[in-house]
């Protein structure tokens, strides 16, 4: 099965510090995307990645930026984390552009 | 652009009843369907997908076929159960772009 781990399940930080928050999948797969889910909005992407040390913006970048250094590894980092940036955090792998997609378990971040 | 419509939530069934999802979407090209399922507390699992026209996907009772002239993606399941309360997404997957999620359905089974 395909294994895709998120670094924390629930995460509480201060405004103004820097977040990092880290997926890692097991299966190989070139690419890897990051999601933030809130009520009434759906899933969105944030960025993506389709191979190592390649990074693409998806749809709500601002804020926020990604390291893929080693292929089962996709970081998103928060810079300086604002009370805006609170949500639920979704990681993703897919061995094809296009292709079914799976996930990781969610990072709650609240930031306060 | 393509992208995919659901109906709008939440359902509520008593156990036992009949659950229809409807999906529809809109694609330049030949695209792959998915339906993914989220539970509470939870990320997203691939509940089954279909890649062609006419292809019927299914999986723990649920089933949805690709249907190419209505542009739909209905899921189907004959017999809910409690556990199947969920949120329930219709995907659209193609090539040459990223894949694209529906709002999602709540559903809620009542015993």
């Known amino acids: 099965d395909v294994k895709v781990t998120q670094s924390s399940r629930y995460l509480v930080k201060r405004t103004g510090e820097k977040v990092f928050l880290e997926c890692v999948q097991d299966m190989d797969h070139e690419n890897m995307f990051w999601y933030r889910q809130d009520p009434g909005l759906g899933l969105r992407l944030i960025y993506f990645?389709?191979?190592?040390?390649?990074?693409e913006k998806g749809d709500i970048p601002e804020g926020y930026s990604v390291s893929r250094e080693k292929k089962e590894r996709f970081s998103l980092i928060l810079e300086s984390a604002s009370t805006n940036q609170t949500s639920m955090y979704l990681c993703?792998?897919?061995?094809?552009?296009?292709?079914?997609?799976?996930f990781g378990p969610g990072t709650r971040l609240t930031v306060t | 652009g393509d992208s995919v419509t659901q109906m709008e939530g939440p359902v509520t069934l008593s156990e036992e009843a009949f659950l229809t999802i409807n999906c529809t979407y809109t694609a330049t090209g030949y695209p792959s369907l998915f339906w993914y399922v989220q539970y509470p507390g939870e990320g997203l699992q691939l509940l089954l997908k279909a890649t062609k026209a006419d292809d019927k996907g299914s999986n723990k009772g649920f089933e949805a076929t690709y249907r190419k002239e209505t542009t739909s993606f209905h899921l189907e399941k004959g017999s809910v159960q409690v556990s199947d309360s969920a949120v329930y997404f219709c995907a659209l997957g193609a090539s040459y772009d990223k894949v694209i999620f529906g709002p999602g359905t709540s559903l809620s089974v009542i015993p």
């Open positions: 990645s389709y191979d190592v040390k390649m990074k």
């Open positions: 993703a792998s897919s061995p094809s552009f296009g292709g079914e997609q799976y």
